[in-house]
């Protein structure tokens, strides 16, 4: 479901995708497993003001994901003080919420913004949002004539205490398939 007026920098709508995926050793797979993709993003603006919220939750319900299949966190609003991919595991979910303020207009649109973010992985689906990691970022995103485009810095707890914190340069689109609120 996508009613986004804009992928890239969006000013108002929903969008929401479910994905089942199974692996089945009768269909000659050698590892028996299935899991379950739920996502969603609201986002509404008021003048130069958005405001976006989001939800993603990756879970293996039954079986036991191989290394290849596990489900990765990490990124601009998806545990932001990590790398891309840093921390993985059986289960992973996130909550988003974000403000964004319009700066540019015309050829090179542009805003400034934030984000919360509150999420983690775990080994059982129901324990997701249990003692969470909380993140944020600050960043600027652009839409430029080869792409959107995403300037900043994330922070945030990892699971042994420390700070995990990353300065990043993201090219390409935030909202849907294959990017980081999918």
Same mark, same amino acid.
């Given at each position: 479901?996508?009613? =986004?007026?804009? @992928?890239? =920098?969006?000013?108002? !709508?929903?969008?929401? /995708? $479910?994905?089942?995926?199974?692996?089945?050793?009768?269909?000659?797979?050698?590892?028996?497993?299935?899991?379950?993709?739920?996502? !969603? $993003?609201?986002?509404?603006?008021?003048? /130069?003001?958005? =405001?976006?919220?989001?939800?993603?939750?990756?879970?293996?319900?039954?079986? $036991?994901?191989?290394?290849?299949?596990?489900?990765?966190?990490?990124?601009?609003?998806?545990?932001? !003080?990590?790398?891309?991919?840093?921390?993985?595991?059986?289960?992973?979910?996130?909550?988003?919420?974000?403000?964004?303020?319009?700066? =540019? !207009?015309?050829?090179?649109?542009?805003?400034?913004?934030?984000?919360?973010?509150?999420?983690? $992985?775990?080994?059982?689906?129901?324990?997701?949002?249990?003692?969470?990691?909380?993140?944020?970022?600050?960043?600027?995103?652009? @839409?430029?004539?080869?792409?959107?485009?995403? +300037?900043?810095?994330?922070?945030?707890?990892?699971?042994?205490?420390?700070?995990?914190?990353?300065?990043?340069?993201? +090219?390409? /689109?935030?909202?849907?398939?294959?990017?980081?609120?999918?």
């Amino acid at each position: 479901y996508d009613r =986004l007026d804009d @992928r890239y =920098l969006p000013n108002k !709508g929903n969008f929401a /995708r $479910v994905t089942l995926i199974g692996s089945a050793d009768w269909l000659g797979s050698d590892d028996d497993y299935k899991q379950l993709k739920m996502s !969603g $993003v609201l986002t509404r603006s008021f003048g /130069r003001h958005t =405001l976006l919220g989001g939800v993603s939750v990756d879970a293996t319900f039954d079986g $036991v994901a191989p290394s290849y299949a596990l489900f990765g966190g990490g990124g601009l609003f998806n545990l932001s !003080g990590f790398n891309l991919g840093e921390i993985s595991g059986q289960n992973f979910g996130v909550a988003v919420a974000g403000y964004q303020y319009h700066i =540019l !207009g015309g050829f090179v649109p542009g805003r400034i913004g934030v984000s919360l973010e509150y999420g983690g $992985v775990k080994d059982d689906w129901e324990d997701l949002f249990q003692d969470g990691l909380v993140h944020g970022s600050v960043y600027a995103g652009f @839409r430029t004539p080869i792409g959107p485009a995403y +300037f900043g810095y994330g922070v945030g707890e990892s699971p042994s205490g420390d700070t995990a914190q990353r300065w990043f340069l993201k +090219f390409g /689109r935030i909202f849907g398939s294959n990017s980081v609120i999918r």
